[in-house]
């Protein structure tokens, strides 16, 4: 696989690369030279294309500058030699694209390119057309999110913002790290479209040799008491990462103020008056903030700092059993989370954007509102004056950190790349159809995948929708994760949403369904009507659907909801399930009404729909198939169904368990020899996924 990264702003080199040296070197960086590596170390022939400058010196000049085995950076020259911030570039595009053109000829074309950031798709769009090469694409940080959060307004940004939605039009698919940007941030644009937009999680680098002593040197002439445990922040100097608001959280907490010293690590500057505006602006008013508060002496601001400098500080600080803090108004992802947690050390985050997907996996940590000044402080005075919740987030980082890792991002990326260059076939109207749950009913248990994976690629007359309470991007990510196919169409956030392919083999809404809930949906009536109900916690916003909403609640609290829906003349279902799970649904909606709209969209009778399932939400749909799977591994929520012909319980667990009812149930199929269930093919240990994959206590 040939695959060509884009990215023309900041300063892209092999690494050691300055981040911060320029307010576009950042995140972007990081993560596409992560992606190349780990893509050429599974045998990928990677190519990263950037622009070339010759202003800051020879490192930014070499047209072709090898990199790892297997990945090189190549240069676009678009005649002009200096520098350019990415708002300056605008004028460059039209030169940068021709340059393009020419490199594709020299170079050969990829399989495929992936493009980060919107001038990137700008430039690649007509050459990547011309050859019929699909274009992945990654905003990193979006426009639109960038203004709510930031109140900036301009045309400079509404151009970029214009850029980014043309980005999403011609994109074969969008990649993004985090389940805000997959699902709230890329949605607010007009040309994005759930079906092709998939999340692939970053990677977390293992450190190999950080020097804690390094940075102490760096921030002890700054400090009465570098002893002291610190409050670390690495972000580049710009107004949405929030960096003064942290100082005045360090001022106003007694605990931070008098146990504590303030790192600040934002970018390099040559001095206070130089730079972009934006970062002038930043520096002067961390200053004055240091300044107001009389904080000299607790206080870091280095001028300037190494590569090297940045695992130094993280380790450090973990030494020094500090915190670190991210307090930005948005952030997309959050990369360093991620480095955090390579250090073992504890975090306190923004809970707007990608920190709550990176705290909710890894633990290490927790996020707040970053507008909460007082309330923010408190958590990271928390976390330092408790030793016992302070080890449980450095262990938590150290046990759960090995999950992430790039080279999982490059097996999942290469499974889009293959997905991309040969599209999924559009089924002919199949004989029969088969709508299974995914977590714990296709999950559970790889090999299990593995043999379903092949009864599928076997069995063209059958047609295969999955049915679940995520939603459709997660619900992808968790299919590829193992290695599971990719059906023919998804019924997603608990029968709320279906998707169906295209004549391409595009994933496209079914409007049809979507315009059937909304006959008797009353969306705005709902949330008033439920707002007071004792018992019931909002789910997370990303939770909250066009067609679904979602609470924490016992049965008492669904009972609760019922009655509160009923009193205000109300109509709609309510689905408790996993003990503390309330989904509130459309009259139309649910697993079992949208399987039985699928089979009639496909053309397929309702008794040729085998339904497979393993928990409480999965009742109704396996209550109203014709044949129906529980699988061994089931759920106790479904103990009260009763034995009736064509239901099979399964005596083997997971995928194998909804081979043995394919196999039980429609005789003369061809399937794979399948193992009893055990304990031993079962996941064990204190956590179960549940069905929108969140992590739940077993009981
Ligand atoms: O003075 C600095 C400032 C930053 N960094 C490094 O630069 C990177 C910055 O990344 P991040 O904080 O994630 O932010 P952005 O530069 O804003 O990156 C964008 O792109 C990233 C990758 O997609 C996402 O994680 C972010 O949310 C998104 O804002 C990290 O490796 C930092 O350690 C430094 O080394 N020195
Ligand atoms: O803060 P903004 O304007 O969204 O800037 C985004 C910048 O940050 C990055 O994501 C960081 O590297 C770049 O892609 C881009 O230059």
Not at 473 to 496: N, Q, Y
Not at 531 to 543: F, I, K, N, R, S
Not at 554 to 571: E, F, H, N, V, Y
Not at 666 to 679: D, Q, Y
Request: hydrophobic share 45%.
């Amino acid at each position: 696989m040939r695959v060509m990264h884009v990215a023309l702003g900041g300063c892209l080199k092999a690494p050691p690369v300055s981040y911060g040296l320029t307010e576009d070197t950042g995140g972007h960086i990081a993560y596409v030279l992560a992606a190349a590596r780990a893509q050429a170390a599974r045998g990928a022939e990677v190519a990263v294309v950037t622009r070339r400058f010759a202003d800051h010196g020879h490192a930014y000049t070499a047209q072709d500058e090898p990199f790892v085995p297997g990945a090189r950076i190549l240069r676009l020259d678009d005649g002009d030699p200096r520098y350019l911030a990415k708002e300056a570039l605008e004028q460059r595009l039209p030169m940068l694209a021709g340059a393009f053109e020419a490199m594709l000829d020299r170079e050969g074309a990829p399989d495929v390119i992936h493009a980060h950031f919107a001038d990137a798709a700008a430039v690649v769009r007509k050459a990547a057309a011309a050859r019929g090469i699909p274009v992945i694409y990654t905003a990193h940080s979006l426009g639109i999110d960038k203004r709510e959060a930031i109140g900036e307004a301009g045309p400079v940004l509404e151009r970029r913002i214009a850029q980014e939605d043309a980005a999403m039009a011609s994109a074969a698919a969008i990649v993004a790290s985090s389940r805000d940007e997959c699902e709230r941030q890329l949605m607010l644009y007009p040309s994005a479209r759930e079906g092709i937009i998939h999340r692939v999680v970053p990677g977390i680098a293992p450190v190999a040799d950080a020097d804690p002593g390094r940075a102490a040197a760096l921030v002890a002439p700054f400090l009465r008491d570098p002893s002291r445990p610190p409050v670390l922040a690495i972000a580049r100097p710009v107004a949405k990462k929030n960096l003064p608001a942290l100082v005045e959280m360090f001022a106003t907490d007694e605990r931070l103020r008098k146990g504590a010293n303030l790192v600040i690590v934002a970018g390099l500057r040559d001095g206070l008056d130089t730079g972009p505006e934006e970062q002038v602006d930043v520096y002067r008013a961390l200053l004055a903030a240091v300044d107001r508060h009389d904080l000299w002496g607790r206080v870091a601001l280095p001028k300037r700092h190494e590569p090297a400098d940045v695992p130094a500080l993280y380790a450090w600080a973990a030494e020094r059993r500090g915190v670190f803090a991210n307090p930005a108004l948005t952030e997309p992802f959050g990369l360093t989370l991620l480095e955090a947690a390579a250090a073992g050390l504890p975090v306190v985050a923004t809970d707007r954007g990608g920190p709550r997907d990176i705290i909710g996996a890894l633990g290490h940590g927790t996020c707040h509102d970053p507008e909460d000044v007082a309330g923010f402080a408190a958590r990271i005075a928390g976390l330092l004056d408790d030793p016992a919740s302070w080890d449980a987030a450095a262990a938590a980082a150290r046990h759960n950190r090995i999950r992430w890792s790039w080279d999982r991002y490059a097996a999942d990326h290469a499974a889009l790349c293959e997905g991309l260059l040969t599209p999924h076939a559009v089924p002919a109207r199949p004989r029969h159809l088969l709508v299974s749950d995914v977590d714990g009913t296709l999950t559970g248990d790889r090999a299990a995948a593995a043999r379903f994976a092949g009864w599928r690629a076997g069995n063209g007359d059958w047609g295969f929708a999955v049915a679940t309470g995520r939603s459709l991007t997660e619900s992808r990510a968790v299919l590829r994760r193992w290695a599971l196919p990719e059906p023919d169409a998804f019924i997603t956030a608990v029968g709320s949403e279906i998707h169906l392919r295209a004549e391409d083999g595009r994933l496209i809404p079914d409007e049809a369904f979507a315009r059937h809930l909304d006959d008797g949906w009353d969306r705005s009536s709902l949330l008033a009507a439920l707002g007071g109900v004792p018992g019931l916690t909002p789910q997370d916003p990303v939770e909250q659907r066009a067609r679904k909403l979602s609470w924490f609640g016992d049965a008492a609290a669904a009972r609760a909801a019922r009655t509160a829906l009923d009193d205000a003349g109300l109509r709609a279902r309510i689905v408790h399930s996993h003990g503390n799970l309330i989904d509130v649904l459309p009259p139309n909606g649910g697993k079992a009404r949208a399987m039985r709209w699928l089979g009639r969209r496909l053309g397929v009778p309702q008794r040729a729909i085998l339904a497979a399932g393993d928990s409480g939400n999965d009742a109704d749909m396996l209550s109203a198939a014709h044949r129906a799977v529980i699988v061994g591994n089931a759920s106790e929520e479904l103990a009260h169904l009763a034995p009736r012909r064509g239901l099979h319980r399964a005596q083997a667990y997971h995928a194998d368990g909804v081979l043995e009812g394919i196999d039980a149930l429609s005789r003369g199929l061809p399937v794979p020899s399948i193992r009893a269930g055990t304990a031993a093919n079962t996941p064990s240990g204190a956590t179960v996924v549940r069905d929108d994959g969140a992590r739940i206590a077993a009981r």
